[in-house]
C-alpha cells in the first residue's frame, strides 16, 4: 500500500523535483468532468497528467446568518466550461497540490488567420475580417455555439445570425431577428416578425403560418408576418382569457390557426387577407363584442354587435365622407339635427320612403328644388310643416296625387280651408261649369237680352272659359 504522505514525503519530492514544482507550466485538457467541476490535464513537455479543478473567472458564495449558510440573495460568479484540446496555466501549492490557474493561448495572432479565412462567410467574430476591432478595455465573448456577448463602444448580444445592439451614442436599440416575443403582465405577449403558433395544446414547439400573400417567396420566407399585442388574464386554471387584441399584417386566425379570411367576420369584405385588426373580447374571452378590420383590399368594416351605444364628439370638426353609395338601415329612428342648415342634394333623384310617417319640421323655411323629388310613404301620412315659408320648385312638372289633397295656408277665422279639392267638388264644379258654358253661350246668342256687342263679347269668352273648365274637373273628379 506504501507509506502515507507525510510533509517530510513531500519536502524529499519538491526537492527532488525543485526546479518542475516552482514554475507554471501550460497543459492541453484532455477531458472535463462537468459534475465534479474538474478538467484532466497532461503538462506539455512532461508525461505528468493530474486532475484540477476548473479554472473560473470568479466565484462567490458567502457565508449567511447563524451557522454559516450560504446567502445565496448574493452568490456571483463567472464560469466557462473548458472543452477538450483547451491550453490552461497549472502551478502547485506548498502541499503540492496541482491547481488550475488561468487558460492561456498557444498562439494568439493564429486566431486572426482562422477569422480571415472565414471572411467570405462573415469570419468567426474574432477579428477585423468579422468586423470585431478590440480596444483597451474591451470585453468579448463567445459560446461554442456562436452566442457572442461584446461590450465595448456598444453592448451586443448575439445568438447566430440573431443580435440585440445597445448603442450608448445614439440612444438606439436594434434587434435583428425573425420574430420578438415579449411577455408582460399576467399573460399578454407582444409577437413582431414571423407568425408562429402552437397547432395542439400538447405540441412542444411552435409551426410557422404559411403566408397566403406571396406564395412565390422561396420557402425559408415563406411565413406570414405580422405585429400582434395581446392583452391577456391569468387565471388559477392556467388557461389565460383574452382581454383585447391589436394585430397588422397578415393577420392570424387563432382559432384555424391559419391566415384570417376577412367575410367570416364580416360579411361585406370582399379581400382575401385581414391587414388590421382591433378586438375587444367579453369577461370570457370567447366573443368579439368590438371587431374593426381592414383587408388587403382596403375594405374597412366594424362590428359591435351587443354595443349600445355608438358615439362620435368633434365639436370641431368639419367632416367630409366620399363614396359611391351609402346604405343607413336603423331598426328604430334615425334623427338628423343641425343648429343651422341640413342640405340633402342629388344629380339625379332624391327619394325618402317611410313605411310609417314622414314629417318635416323647420322653424325656418323649406325649400326642395329639382328635376325629380320623390316622397313616398307605405303607411301612415307625409307631413311638412314650416311655421314660415315653403316652397317647392320643380323644373318640369309637379304632381300631387292623392284621393284627398289639402292646401293648408290661408283660411278662414274657425279654420276652414279656403281652398279644397276633392273628387265630389271637382265633380260639381264640372257640372256647374257645363251648365254655365250653355248659359252664357245662350246669353251672347240672344241679341234682346244683351244688345250691347262689348257685352255680348263677354257672355263668349266666359262660355269658352266654362267649356274648358267643365271637362277638366270632370276627369279630376274620375
Not at 506539455?44 to 449558510?69: D, H, Q, T
Not at 412565390?216 to 405585429?227: G, K, L, V, W, Y
Not at 379581400?271 to 369577461?283: C, I, M, N, W, Y
Not at 251648365?435 to 253661350?441: K, L, R, S, V
Request: aromatic share 8%.
Amino acid at each position: 500500500m506504501g507509506r502515507p504522505q507525510t510533509r517530510n514525503n513531500f519536502l524529499e519530492r519538491q526537492n527532488k523535483h525543485e526546479d518542475f514544482m516552482n514554475r507554471i507550466h501550460r497543459a492541453t485538457v484532455t477531458d472535463v468532468h462537468i459534475n465534479k467541476g474538474t478538467i484532466s490535464v497532461v503538462i506539455e513537455s512532461f508525461p505528468y497528467a493530474r486532475e484540477v479543478l476548473m479554472p473560473l473567472v470568479g466565484l462567490s458564495m458567502p457565508p449567511g446568518g447563524p451557522g454559516n449558510a450560504v446567502n445565496d440573495g448574493i452568490l456571483s460568479w463567472g464560469r466557462y466550461v473548458p472543452q477538450t484540446g483547451d491550453m490552461v496555466l497549472v502551478g502547485f501549492g506548498t502541499d503540492g497540490t496541482c491547481y488550475s490557474l488561468g487558460y492561456h493561448a498557444v498562439y494568439y495572432k493564429g486566431m486572426d488567420f482562422v477569422d480571415e479565412g472565414k471572411e467570405s462567410r462573415g469570419g468567426t467574430g474574432w477579428g477585423e475580417a468579422s468586423d470585431r476591432r478590440m480596444k483597451p478595455g474591451y470585453w468579448d465573448f463567445r459560446s461554442s455555439e456562436n452566442c457572442t456577448l461584446f461590450l465595448g463602444n456598444t453592448a451586443k448580444v448575439t445568438s447566430g445570425p440573431h443580435s440585440i445592439t445597445l448603442n450608448k451614442d445614439t440612444g438606439d436599440i436594434t434587434t435583428n431577428t425573425g420574430l420578438i416575443v415579449e411577455r408582460y403582465g399576467e399573460a399578454s405577449e407582444v409577437r413582431k416578425g414571423d407568425a408562429r403558433r402552437f397547432l395542439l395544446p400538447t405540441d412542444s414547439s411552435e409551426t410557422y403560418i404559411v403566408s397566403t400573400a406571396t406564395p412565390d417567396r422561396t420557402i425559408a420566407q415563406n411565413s406570414a408576418q405580422e405585429s400582434t399585442d395581446t392583452v391577456k388574464f391569468g387565471t388559477l386554471a392556467g388557461v389565460p382569457i383574452e382581454v383585447t387584441k391589436v394585430s397588422h399584417g397578415e393577420v392570424v386566425d387563432d382559432l384555424t390557426k391559419t391566415a384570417m379570411i376577412p367575410s367570416t367576420y364580416i360579411p361585406f369584405l370582399a379581400g382575401t387577407q385581414v391587414r388590421s385588426l382591433e378586438a375587444v373580447k367579453d369577461p370570457a374571452g370567447a366573443t368579439d363584442l368590438y371587431l374593426r378590420l381592414v383587408d388587403n383590399l382596403g375594405n374597412f368594416g366594424v362590428s359591435a354587435l351587443t354595443a349600445t351605444a355608438f358615439q362620435w364628439v368633434t365639436p370641431l370638426a368639419a367632416w367630409n365622407i366620399s363614396n359611391l353609395s351609402t346604405t343607413i338601415v336603423s331598426t328604430a329612428n334615425i334623427s338628423l339635427t343641425a343648429t343651422t342648415d341640413i342640405s340633402l342634394s342629388a344629380t339625379t333623384s332624391v327619394n325618402l320612403t317611410a313605411g310609417g310617417s314622414l314629417t318635416e319640421l323647420a322653424t325656418g323655411a323649406i325649400t326642395r328644388t329639382g328635376s325629380a323629388i320623390t316622397d313616398t310613404a307605405t303607411a301612415g301620412a307625409i307631413n311638412s310643416s314650416s311655421t314660415l315659408a315653403y316652397n317647392l320648385t320643380a323644373g318640369a312638372t309637379m304632381t300631387l296625387t292623392a284621393p284627398l289633397i289639402n292646401l293648408l295656408g290661408l283660411v278662414t277665422a274657425g279654420g276652414t280651408p279656403l281652398i279644397k279639392l276633392t273628387p265630389d267638388i271637382a265633380a260639381a264644379w264640372g257640372a256647374y261649369y257645363v251648365a254655365a258654358a250653355a248659359a252664357w253661350t245662350a246669353l251672347s246668342a240672344n241679341p234682346v237680352v244683351s244688345p250691347d256687342p262689348a257685352t255680348t263679347a263677354i257672355f263668349t269668352t266666359a262660355a269658352a272659359a266654362a267649356a274648358v273648365m267643365g271637362p277638366l274637373l270632370a276627369a279630376a273628379s274620375s
